[in-house]
């Protein structure tokens, strides 16, 4: 048999993680150290793995319940390879060091199981809830496999240069960033979504680091009705866009 397909064979390599093509992630395990991955993400795997539900504790349950943010993961051990995907996003893999990660939960697809999430907040002059006001903090060292909806934007924050980004699009930032939530509209169309240019709110950054931009916003489709009431009509709080959209299926 003979097809352009077969070109499409997996790659040999000796990283733990490989972008096996830009929508699929290769990872290895050796036996030693466990990857956690989102659930339901694996496509395929050789070998002897085993797939379990990852525990969450207390604190982390009663945590999503109140900021919508968290991960729904699942532990890969054993000795083979695994083949992960969601959605057939992009997939970047990251080096978490000393300077730490923040990052939206529904862009993770795959991490090191000995690195430390947390769900922070973002600093608002609004008291809103929505995209952005809400993020999960990774700590320590290891590699963090991100998802993009098209191809990235990198962009560097410096003393001289900050950067300011659309709530939306954000994936993810330097810890060590100075982060503020506000909107680009100063009348009472703050309070509508995304007023009457078309933007909306934003998350200004300061410092040195980094900050990365997908080149979708996570928003349901503009004539989509959900919920109901002045809540979903305007897309603030449990009715808002990220809400409504925890596994990123409209972008």
């Known amino acids: 048999m003979q097809s352009p397909l077969f070109s499409h064979a997996e790659q040999q390599s000796q990283e733990r993680y490989t972008v096996q093509n830009?929508?699929?992630?290769?990872?290895?395990?050796?036996?030693?150290?466990?990857?956690?991955?989102?659930?339901?993400?694996?496509?395929?795997?050789?070998?002897?793995?085993?797939?379990?539900?990852?525990?969450?504790?207390?604190?982390?349950?009663?945590?999503?319940?109140?900021?919508?943010?968290?991960?729904?993961?699942?532990?890969?051990?054993?000795?083979?390879?695994?083949?992960?995907?969601?959605?057939?996003?992009?997939?970047?893999?990251?080096d978490v060091d000393h300077e730490g990660l923040t990052v939206d939960s529904a862009y993770v697809l795959a991490l090191d199981s000995t690195l430390n999430t947390e769900v922070i907040a973002v600093d608002s002059q609004y008291g809103i809830s929505g995209s952005g006001k809400y993020q999960l903090n990774?700590?320590?060292?290891?590699?963090?496999?991100?998802?993009?909806?098209?191809?990235?934007?990198?962009?560097?924050?410096?003393?001289?240069?900050?950067?300011?980004?659309d709530a939306d699009a954000i994936v993810a930032w330097s810890s060590g960033l100075r982060v503020q939530m506000q909107a680009q509209t100063h009348s009472s169309g703050v309070l509508r979504r995304r007023g009457n240019t078309g933007e909306g709110w934003e998350l200004s950054f300061l410092g040195q680091g980094f900050a990365l931009v997908q080149p979708s916003e996570v928003m349901p489709p503009q004539n989509a009705a959900i919920g109901q009431g002045l809540g979903a009509q305007y897309g603030v709080g449990q009715h808002g866009a990220h809400a409504q959209n925890q596994n990123n299926v409209w972008s």
């Open 138 to 165: 990774v700590s320590g060292r290891g590699k963090v496999a991100l998802m993009t909806s098209g191809q990235p934007l990198m962009m560097q924050v410096t003393p001289e240069k900050y950067v300011s980004v």
């Open 22 to 94: 830009p929508q699929l992630l290769r990872v290895a395990l050796t036996g030693h150290d466990d990857i956690l991955a989102r659930k339901g993400s694996m496509v395929a795997y050789q070998g002897l793995v085993d797939f379990d539900g990852e525990y969450q504790s207390g604190s982390e349950r009663r945590a999503r319940a109140h900021t919508g943010e968290g991960l729904d993961l699942m532990r890969c051990s054993g000795q083979g390879t695994v083949y992960f995907a969601n959605l057939a996003q992009y997939i970047h893999v990251v």
